[in-house]
């Protein structure tokens, strides 16, 4: 993983070497990913991150609605989406009908049946206990939100330690027989590197992105690595190509299945995350390119202002290995500035527009002001009163065909 990922170092005594792994499991079919994980344990925790994130039905299993009730609160969620209402209502149905056929299924926390293994061990706390986890139970169940995949842990299978989410744009994008998912709440402890040598902290509040894929139907990867986007012009960020990491594998199996898969997920995400930059880059394309440079005022006529303006612009920009590409005085005449109290002149401003090509190569629209101060019978040279920020349109990314 890169240096810039905010690593933060401590030991963990609790934490242990790879666990002893059971019987080998036998391989499993992509298209498996859509049967019922684990149906024995369907109710959600009131601890922990599960409390915090506990909003109404997006946190309630199928089996406390009736059909009309989770109609009622799909209205009154999206009163004007039908669609919406349509489609998390027939997903409702789907998993209602999947936690009757496996309500028969009993798994006990007194056993080791029902339960996957980690391929690494991660550190976790509730409340004031902190625990060593290498055996988890899996719950997977349907919210107006979507579809979560949550982890219990075998010290404590009420408490849901981390939950993961998809929607219905990351089931769209992600690879044919498989499910990606973003981790929405939780945090966890893990060794990292090649040598697992060192500790490394990942949760909500990281900048570091934690996704995981629903391989098969007990196969769940956990994965991580720095992103790009952040969820700008609303689609999923992305990960880079070179900085994914598998963080752990939860499945059955003995320690070969896990290193196998270890190796065999690798290129799987990366094809999902793939596929979520190619949709952020068309995204982020459209949205470009409806960025226009503003039309030049009357002023932009005024050779000096202009020259003055330009000169300052290259020396400011140029800090930051920027180079001007175009620029506009967008101003038809001053605008005068008064005491407020006793209305003398202090001065007098004009604005204007440039676009700049930044060290990244990325085109990017910005703003600037010119003034001059009042000295009693009139106005002084022009100062520069610096790039304009936080005032949009200014300070975004722009087509660089628009920026010429």
Request: charged share 25%; glycine share 8%; with cysteine.
């Amino acid at each position: 993983m890169k240096v810039f990922y905010s690593i933060l170092f401590f030991s963990l005594a609790s934490l242990t070497g790879q666990a002893q792994f059971g019987k080998m499991l036998k391989d499993k079919a992509k298209k498996a990913v859509e049967k019922k994980i684990n149906s024995a344990d369907t109710t959600t925790s009131s601890s922990g991150s599960d409390s915090s994130t506990n909003a109404g039905m997006a946190e309630r299993s199928t089996a406390e609605y009736s059909d009309e009730e989770f109609k009622k609160e799909l209205e009154k969620k999206y009163p004007n989406d039908q669609a919406k209402q349509d489609l998390y209502y027939q997903k409702y149905l789907e998993k209602k009908a999947k936690e009757s056929k496996s309500n028969a299924i009993v798994n006990t926390a007194d056993s080791d049946e029902g339960f996957l293994y980690l391929s690494y061990t991660f550190g976790m706390s509730s409340g004031v206990n902190s625990y060593a986890v290498d055996q988890v139970k899996l719950r997977r169940q349907m919210t107006d939100r979507g579809d979560n995949v949550d982890i219990l842990p075998k010290q404590d299978t009420e408490y849901a330690w981390l939950r993961f989410l998809t929607t219905p744009e990351l089931e769209m994008m992600s690879p044919d027989g498989y499910i990606g998912y973003e981790l929405v709440s939780g945090s966890y402890v893990t060794k990292i590197g090649a040598d697992r040598s060192q500790t490394m902290e990942l949760g909500t509040g990281m900048p570091v992105l934690t996704r995981g894929m629903l391989i098969a139907e007990d196969v769940f990867v956990i994965y991580a690595g720095s992103h790009q986007g952040g969820h700008a012009f609303n689609v999923p960020s992305y990960m880079d190509q070179d900085d994914i990491t598998i963080m752990n594998i939860v499945g059955k199996g003995d320690q070969q299945f896990h290193l196998e898969w270890l190796e065999k997920a690798k290129p799987i995400v990366k094809e999902f995350e793939a596929t979520l930059k190619a949709n952020y880059d068309k995204a982020a394309k459209a949205s470009m390119a409806s960025i226009k440079m503003p039309k030049a005022g009357t002023m932009n006529g005024n050779s000096e202002l202009k020259n003055f303006a330009i000169a300052k612009v290259k020396e400011t920009i140029a800090r930051d290995g920027a180079q001007l590409l175009k620029l506009n005085i967008e101003s038809s005449d001053w605008s005068i500035v008064k005491n407020k109290y006793t209305g003398h002149i202090l001065y007098r401003w004009i604005k204007g527009s440039f676009t700049e090509k930044n060290k990244n190569k990325d085109c990017m629209l910005q703003g600037f002001l010119i003034k001059q101060e009042y000295n009693g019978s009139g106005y002084g040279s022009s100062q520069f009163g610096g790039i304009i920020h936080g005032q949009m349109p200014y300070g975004q990314l722009m087509d660089c065909a628009n920026a010429m």
